[in-house]
């Protein structure tokens, strides 16, 4: 054997068993930045319940009508026609021999279901699709000036009045359309000679209500301005909510054990106790953000108000979809919220018409913003009916948020309770519970936390966006792009 083969020292795999091992606190990867966290305001809940006063609302809003499919047979129970603001005071009676009188109508791609300046009879509610209202300009040309969705509806007003329809609404895809006429409207009244009267009765309570409220639907505040003399001052006073809506905090909860033997024997470098606390705490963190947007109960996809809910009009989130919820939010927004991957998808649109957006550093975190707003990412914004592919990437719809934040501003604000017991963090605490005739040693850890939408303007959603839209660019051709295809 030649020297050069032969062992000449100590070798490194050998010398290892005598060094000190550089180690790790334990990491997790579903640990995320929280930014939602960070950005909110937190107001403190000393009684643990937090309660918004607001004006009185003496005109109800549009509200989206939940349809149920049973059978492939669309549905929907008589109460939600009170969710149609002409329809809202109507008798219990009436509501429901309408709803007994809904057709069911399959349309195709590019109808029109609503021609400007015809007569409209027809009442809808849409199913399943999208449909886009289009009114003439004063230069004689289409303009697009809002799109409707599932549970959202239309031609209401056509139904009770003799006026030709102002707008043009088109299928923009396949729809399933739920619809009731006036000639379905008139055999309701005239089945019981009673009910004619109630109709009207309620309907013109609603047109005087009308008349009577701002676009919010508060009574106006009556005023005088003017340099006239010799004028009557108006008498006026704002009503409040007789019934505001009230907040208590929600609790995240879980038990941490450990065992005595342990955190006694084996606590260095790292407290087994404290590692086994600080992930539980990140767990727990990651609940109250997603929580936070999630809840049916206070999250914020579930606490937006229909008015405040857009759809994308190509299903990728485009700077125009994401203007147009700047106009919905445009008191003072403080930042858009969107998955990842729906921050990506508005990206490549920005690429494809050539407008990148700038960059800002939030936290010394470099963001993207559209019209000087940060766009947040914010995993808990979940891809709906996701799939993943091969590689593992999830492709589907989602929403993105925009939001006002703040009691000053009348916006979104968190809520917690600080000073609670065995507090190691604002609003959470830990306790010791007990020890076991086996060692090992219980703690209860609670979080507790809620959140708030002061007014309904505050916040935004852009809803259907779709992540897995790509453009095709035609690298042959240096001198520009062409038109992109989806794959």
């Given at each position: 054997m030649?020297?050069?083969?032969?062992?000449?020292?100590?070798?490194?795999?050998?010398?290892?068993?005598?060094?000190?091992?550089?180690?790790?606190?334990?990491?997790?990867?579903?640990?995320?930045?929280?930014?939602?966290?960070?950005?909110?305001?937190?107001?403190?809940?000393?009684?643990?319940?937090?309660?918004?006063?607001?004006?009185?609302?003496?005109?109800?809003?549009?509200?989206?009508?939940?349809?149920?499919?049973?059978?492939?047979?669309?549905?929907?129970?008589?109460?939600?026609?009170?969710?149609?603001?002409?329809?809202?005071?109507?008798p219990?009676?009436?509501?429901?021999?309408?709803?007994?009188?809904?057709?069911?109508?399959?349309?195709?791609?590019?109808?029109?279901?609503?021609v400007?300046?015809?007569?409209?009879n027809k009442?809808?509610?849409?199913a399943?699709?999208?449909?886009?209202?289009?009114?003439?300009?004063?230069?004689?040309?289409?303009?697009?000036?809002?799109?409707?969705?599932e549970?959202?509806?239309?031609?209401?007003?056509?139904?009770?009045?003799?006026?030709r329809?102002?707008?043009?609404?088109?299928?923009?895809?396949?729809?399933?359309?739920?619809?009731?006429?006036?000639?379905?409207?008139?055999?309701?009244?005239?089945?019981?000679?009673?009910v004619?009267?109630?109709?009207?009765?309620?309907?013109?309570?609603?047109?005087?209500?009308?008349s009577?409220?701002?676009?919010?639907?508060?009574?106006?505040?009556d005023?005088?301005?003017?340099?006239?003399?010799?004028?009557?001052?108006?008498?006026?006073?704002?009503?409040?909510?007789?019934?505001?809506?009230?907040?208590?905090?929600?609790?995240?909860?879980t038990?941490?054990r450990?065992?005595?033997?342990?955190?006694?024997?084996?606590?260095?470098?790292?407290?087994?106790?404290?590692?086994q606390?600080?992930?539980?705490?990140?767990?727990?963190?990651?609940?109250?953000?997603?929580?936070?947007?999630?809840?049916?109960?206070?999250?914020?996809?579930?606490?937006?108000?229909?008015?405040?809910?857009?759809?994308?009009?190509y299903?990728?989130?485009?700077?125009?979809?994401?203007?147009?919820?700047?106009?919905?939010?445009?008191?003072?927004?403080a930042?858009?919220l969107?998955?990842?991957?729906?921050?990506?998808?508005?990206?490549?649109?920005?690429?494809?018409?050539?407008?990148?957006?700038?960059?800002?550093?939030?936290?010394?975190?470099?963001?993207?913003?559209?019209?000087?707003i940060?766009?947040?990412?914010?995993?808990?914004?979940?891809?709906?009916?996701?799939?993943?592919?091969?590689?593992?990437?999830?492709?589907?719809?989602t929403n993105?948020?925009?939001?006002?934040?703040?009691?000053?501003?009348?916006?979104?604000v968190?809520?917690?309770?600080t000073?609670?017991?065995?507090?190691?963090?604002?609003?959470?605490?830990?306790?010791?519970?007990?020890?076991?005739?086996?060692?090992?040693?219980?703690?209860?850890?609670?979080?507790?936390?809620?959140?708030?939408?002061?007014?309904?303007?505050?916040?935004?959603?852009?809803?259907?966006?779709?992540?897995?839209?790509?453009?095709?660019?035609?690298?042959?051709?240096?001198?520009?792009?062409?038109?992109?295809?989806?794959?």
């Amino acid at each position: 054997m030649s020297d050069n083969l032969l062992q000449r020292s100590v070798t490194t795999a050998v010398a290892r068993n005598l060094a000190n091992t550089t180690k790790t606190s334990p990491q997790m990867m579903s640990i995320t930045p929280r930014w939602l966290l960070r950005l909110l305001p937190w107001v403190q809940v000393s009684g643990g319940t937090y309660r918004v006063n607001r004006t009185k609302v003496e005109l109800s809003k549009a509200e989206r009508i939940d349809i149920d499919f049973v059978g492939g047979v669309a549905s929907f129970s008589p109460e939600a026609l009170r969710s149609v603001p002409l329809f809202s005071r109507l008798p219990v009676d009436i509501t429901t021999r309408m709803a007994n009188r809904f057709k069911t109508e399959v349309v195709s791609l590019g109808n029109e279901l609503v021609v400007e300046g015809e007569d409209g009879n027809k009442f809808f509610i849409i199913a399943e699709g999208q449909v886009e209202v289009l009114s003439k300009g004063a230069h004689g040309s289409n303009l697009r000036i809002a799109l409707l969705t599932e549970g959202e509806f239309f031609g209401d007003a056509d139904i009770v009045s003799e006026h030709r329809s102002n707008v043009t609404i088109r299928t923009l895809t396949p729809c399933v359309l739920m619809t009731f006429s006036r000639k379905d409207l008139d055999a309701v009244l005239n089945e019981i000679p009673s009910v004619k009267g109630e109709f009207q009765r309620a309907i013109e309570k609603h047109l005087e209500l009308l008349s009577a409220t701002n676009r919010y639907g508060e009574r106006n505040i009556d005023l005088v301005s003017g340099f006239a003399e010799n004028v009557e001052i108006p008498e006026t006073f704002v009503d409040y909510s007789p019934t505001p809506k009230e907040y208590s905090l929600s609790a995240i909860q879980t038990i941490v054990r450990v065992h005595t033997r342990v955190s006694d024997l084996y606590n260095g470098p790292y407290d087994q106790l404290e590692e086994q606390m600080r992930l539980t705490i990140e767990g727990i963190k990651e609940r109250q953000e997603w929580d936070l947007i999630n809840s049916k109960k206070f999250g914020l996809l579930h606490s937006a108000d229909p008015a405040m809910r857009l759809s994308t009009r190509y299903g990728a989130p485009t700077p125009d979809d994401l203007d147009e919820l700047l106009a919905q939010v445009w008191k003072k927004p403080a930042f858009f919220l969107a998955h990842p991957r729906a921050i990506a998808a508005f990206e490549r649109e920005c690429t494809w018409r050539g407008v990148p957006p700038d960059t800002t550093s939030l936290f010394g975190t470099p963001m993207i913003t559209w019209r000087g707003i940060p766009l947040v990412p914010c995993d808990k914004l979940e891809i709906g009916k996701t799939s993943r592919n091969q590689s593992g990437q999830q492709f589907g719809t989602t929403n993105i948020l925009l939001l006002r934040v703040g009691e000053a501003d009348q916006g979104v604000v968190g809520l917690h309770q600080t000073g609670i017991p065995g507090e190691i963090m604002p609003s959470l605490s830990a306790r010791l519970m007990a020890t076991d005739s086996m060692g090992v040693a219980s703690y209860l850890l609670s979080l507790y936390s809620s959140c708030a939408v002061l007014t309904d303007d505050a916040l935004g959603v852009l809803e259907n966006v779709e992540v897995a839209y790509y453009h095709d660019y035609d690298h042959r051709n240096p001198s520009g792009f062409e038109d992109g295809l989806g794959i």
